[in-house]
């Protein structure tokens, strides 16, 4: 192991990640708080739980392991009781090469492997993880060893085959699904009748799954439960209902958002779960994005005003990448504000709102408010209507920055969205700084992906060279058999110069703004995925379903 431990503060400074008078602030607030000054960082939204790790691996010579997407193998679990587990922080990941792969948050323990080695008897390889997501997952995982969550479904399942009309407790039973979709890291359950079976559907990582099948008889009766809890009325199955519940399992704590509607089966219900505590925000270079678009992006999101908008369909990490972008402002000598519908991540040092449209409080309101506020940076959660458009660009045209998020396929696509919404090409062209179009790919699972050779009409047909190395998706317990593992960003960036705000105020079509743009290096959304493509990170199959 390591040796005695360095300053955190000077580390992340060395690294770029942080600045001086950032460390200075911190420092100050730590004094009053008696937090650790990296807990203190990760807290004022200065720094990362994962930049963290990610610098204390690189000091002390250990890899560090992105546990986000990470599923451990449950054989290894069993190696190492849970009560070490929790006092040393450490969770076994999988066996390769004779050696047990542990993820730990701190390479400078320096008792740790002894520790690990007296309980678990085989040569061990240390991983930093990030604290926060390490402690997580080691109460997650070791819950759902000694509480196997899918074999308690199933045996209710049987129980419901035998006997459909069984007196079983639903509310249980939600509760286990619910459990389930979090380890799953879902982000939405879908319960779907059909005239003889009620599906459950998790969606993870943009992926319907099907998870379990149901008789048809519990589908009522899941469904009356979820609407007592989320405030619904039990009554009323004709017309489409929405609601809210709210939900906590191992300390996290979940807003789930519930719709149904009528089916000629029945009611079909979807529940979106979102972090109410705030989830955890990442840095721009965590996104997934290539090294020359990082740069671009920094560059587009460190202007002093304007209007920066990202789009994309829904769930293709819009609001992440936002929040990484409010990470790069300077949130102590700035007035930065925002208004989200509803707050995802959690910012001490940034002035957050929530939409509240019952009292009146929408987009447009709060940009009204903000501009009494002082505002230096403005964020808007979502354009939706002409109020909110002509507000931000006017706040655009007054010296404020106003990031915000557009539902458009195209980065080029928000100029006639824009339009659309009564903003003028003139206007248009003197608020808009950039725009950045991004969708969210599967990553194939390193563990089991495997080579192969496209075809030659495939190669010609999408440009890819021929002496390349292609990978496809396999099947491991570390991935759930899915062959992929976590997501990635692949994106357009879109930066106005002089030439380019022309053809925007001459109203000038889509192409000729698509040509000028390739002149200064624009690349399209279909040429950065196949670069994700010829670099292994991830398949055609998986480019063709986000784009086309």
Wanted: aromatic letters at 6%; hydrophobic letters at 35%.
């Amino acid at each position: 192991m390591a040796g005695p431990a360095p300053q955190i503060g000077r580390l992340l400074e060395e690294k770029g990640l942080i600045r001086p008078e950032q460390i200075q602030f911190a420092l100050r607030e730590q004094k009053a708080t008696g937090e650790r000054l990296g807990e203190c960082l990760i807290r004022l939204g200065m720094t990362t739980d994962s930049e963290l790790a990610q610098v204390l691996g690189e000091q002390s010579g250990q890899p560090f392991i992105d546990l986000r997407n990470f599923t451990p193998d449950k054989q290894v679990l069993t190696r190492l009781p849970v009560q070490i587990a929790r006092q040393k922080q450490a969770l076994p990941l999988y066996m390769q090469d004779n050696q047990l792969h542990v993820a730990i948050s701190d390479p400078y323990d320096t008792t740790i492997l002894e520790t690990l080695f007296r309980h678990i008897g085989l040569p061990v390889k240390i991983n930093i993880g990030a604290k926060n997501e390490l402690q997580k997952l080691i109460e997650r995982f070791y819950y759902l060893l000694e509480h196997p969550i899918e074999e308690e479904v199933e045996g209710i399942t049987q129980r419901l085959r035998q006997n459909p009309n069984l007196d079983i407790d639903i509310n249980r039973l939600l509760d286990m699904l619910l459990s389930a979709s979090i380890s799953y890291r879902v982000t939405d359950v879908h319960l779907t009748p059909s005239d003889i079976s009620s599906r459950v559907m998790y969606r993870i990582d943009g992926i319907l799954n099907f998870n379990h099948v149901f008789p048809i008889s519990i589908h009522n009766r899941l469904i009356t439960t979820i609407k007592v809890r989320s405030g619904m009325d039990i009554s009323e199955q004709r017309k489409p209902q929405d609601g809210r519940m709210s939900f906590e399992f191992l300390g996290d704590a979940f807003d789930i958002r519930v719709s149904t509607v009528r089916t000629n089966n029945g009611e079909n219900c979807v529940m979106r779960l979102l972090p109410s505590k705030g989830g955890m925000s990442i840095g721009i270079h965590e996104l997934g994005f290539e090294k020359e678009q990082e740069e671009l992006l920094l560059e587009l999101f460190g202007k002093p005003y304007g209007m920066v908008l990202v789009t994309g369909p829904t769930g293709s990490g819009k609001t992440t990448t936002l929040y990484a972008a409010l990470r790069q402002q300077d949130a102590i000598s700035k007035n930065i504000l925002t208004v989200e519908d509803p707050i995802e991540y959690s910012f001490s040092l940034i002035r957050q709102t929530q939409v509240n449209e019952k009292a009146g409080y929408t987009f447009g309101a709060a940009i009204r408010t903000f501009l009494r506020q002082d505002p230096d940076v403005i964020l808007v959660g979502e354009i939706r209507d002409e109020e909110t458009a002509i507000l931000g660009v006017r706040a655009a045209l007054t010296g404020h920055l106003v990031l915000s998020t557009l539902h458009t396929n195209t980065a080029i696509g928000a100029i006639a969205r824009l339009n659309d919404l009564g903003i003028s090409p003139l206007l248009l062209s003197n608020a808009l700084v950039g725009v950045l179009a991004q969708r969210l790919v599967r990553r194939l699972c390193p563990s089991c992906k495997q080579p192969y050779q496209p075809d030659a009409k495939t190669l010609e047909r999408y440009n890819l060279p021929e002496n390349g190395t292609y990978y496809k998706p396999g099947k491991c317990q570390l991935c759930r058999n899915t062959g992929y593992q976590g997501r990635s960003s692949i994106g357009e960036i879109l930066l106005f110069n002089k030439d380019m705000l022309k053809l925007v105020a001459d109203n000038a079509p889509p192409n000729i703004i698509e040509a000028e743009a390739r002149k200064h290096g624009f690349k399209p959304l279909w040429e950065a995925g196949m670069e994700k493509v010829i670099k292994g990170e991830t398949t055609l199959e998986e480019i063709q379903r986000v784009i086309t």
